[in-house]
């Protein structure tokens, strides 16, 4: 009898998860991190934990309903952050630099302000620099839009996920659809060069003419880049229910025509980019990246950092209070230490689930020779992956089963570490 299959394991978005991050016994100096390869072309990151609510899915590092005043505090605690790190990053060169969260237009316009003045102190100009930002529809204000554009802001995500009123309670946001149709107007109207929508298919109630209605109504306001995510339902969230992976994968295939009929590229299993906007890219499996603010995730070298990982309301105000009371931020208490084993097997799954695919030659040009592994025997049998010259890509189906594909280059260390991490628990 066939084994059963389900292509909805997790979402593999970096590796290692944030789950297998772990104190570490002795705190690291970030000074020994700061000289490596990839500096010169780094990102920035900026992570705002505010929301006004928490979406149903969500299983992010965000809380709803903080003050103004609190808000205040936490941007305090990152300027004192900022203000001891850009000595140690003065000779990086910020290629990109991305604020994200939560919501970061919940931020006063002083409060942005103080974003920016941050941002200068590690040498990023965003009328140079490509600046991106997150925001939802309830946001999405004129004016507050322009400001953003006058301060060199070029790309817009915002997460509509449904233009269906029932959908959206569903998935319990408070985004009427006319809220959402007005947001995407108004950045239309303010013509950013590139703006990005999220939908979401899978959750229960939802038709094959609701979603294909929703993927249609965000076509029609042009958007350079369209994330299509499966919902998936984790222990730590509220109640949302979603269909069976038959059905779920049935709205994938309808989405793939879709969008390709209306001219966009997938380059993974979510993304779908107009083909006139692709930019210049490189290898993803090596990136590097320095982020400020509790919950965000740094990238440098063989050291990823990252604040204790938490999704439920108590265990995040407590990372929060850890946060603010740090004194020394040089030093990383928090985070993963990647082996050459693990950096080769990151190598592997962020290249292989892009649409770049995996290059033998540039491996071997990374780590040596390259491993004759069973799985990708496995995978090539199932028609999952097929090779071109030295390139192992992904085949439409393999797309398909991307967030099955990835779970199987996880190592047992970082599966046993990631089993073993608890939602249910005091943030320490």
């Not at 809380?63 to 203000?83: P, R």
């Not at 002083?110 to 100009?125: F, H, N, P, S, T």
């Not at 006058?150 to 029932?166: L, P, T």
């Amino acid at each position: 009898m066939k084994e059963k299959l389900s292509p909805y394991i997790q979402y593999m978005y970096s590796y290692p998860h944030k789950t297998a991050y772990r104190t570490f016994a002795t705190p690291i100096y970030i000074g020994d991190y700061t000289d490596i390869p990839g500096k010169e072309h780094a990102s920035l990151y900026f992570h705002i934990p505010f929301c006004r609510y928490k979406c149903g899915y969500c299983n992010l590092f965000s809380i709803a309903g903080c003050s103004t005043d609190g808000m205040d505090a936490y941007l305090k605690a990152m300027e004192k952050q900022v203000e001891q790190l850009a000595p140690m990053f003065s000779d990086w060169q910020f290629s990109s630099f991305a604020i994200g969260g939560g919501t970061p237009l919940l931020l006063t316009s002083g409060q942005m302000e103080r974003l920016w003045k941050m941002a200068g102190w590690l040498g990023v100009d965003p009328l140079q620099t490509p600046v991106a930002i997150e925001t939802s529809p309830e946001f999405a204000s004129l004016e507050s839009l322009l400001t953003l554009k006058e301060r060199g802001v070029q790309r817009i995500s915002i997460g509509i996920q449904s233009f269906r009123e029932q959908e959206l309670k569903q998935l319990r946001r408070f985004s009427s659809p006319a809220t959402v149709r007005k947001a995407l107007e108004t950045i239309r109207e303010v013509d950013f060069p590139s703006f990005n929508v999220d939908l979401i298919y899978g959750m229960e109630g939802q038709t094959v003419e609701s979603f294909t209605d929703s993927i249609r109504q965000a076509l029609s306001y042009q958007p350079t880049e369209l994330f299509v995510y499966p919902l998936y339902v984790r222990p730590e969230m509220v109640a949302v229910k979603r269909v069976p992976d038959e059905e779920c994968m049935r709205f994938y295939r309808i989405a793939v025509q879709l969008l390709r009929e209306a001219g966009y590229k997938q380059t993974s299993m979510r993304r779908f980019i107009r083909k006139e906007s692709v930019e210049m890219e490189f290898s993803c499996g090596d990136e590097v990246m320095l982020a400020c603010g509790a919950g965000g995730r740094s990238y440098l070298g063989d050291l990823h950092t990252a604040t204790p990982y938490a999704v439920r309301t108590q265990e995040i105000r407590s990372v929060l209070r850890q946060y603010a009371d740090t004194v020394d931020h040089r030093f990383i208490r928090h985070g993963y230490l990647l082996s050459e084993e693990e950096k080769r097997r990151r190598f592997m799954i962020k290249n292989l689930m892009y649409y770049k695919g995996l290059d033998r030659h540039e491996y071997e040009e990374r780590f040596g020779t390259f491993p004759e592994l069973p799985v990708l025997g496995m995978l090539r049998e199932r028609g999952w992956i097929k090779t071109q010259a030295s390139v192992f890509y992904l085949t439409e189906e393999g797309l398909a089963w991307s967030d099955y594909i990835g779970q199987l280059f996880i190592s047992p260390a970082v599966r046993e570490a990631m089993e073993a991490y608890s939602f249910n628990r005091t943030a320490r």
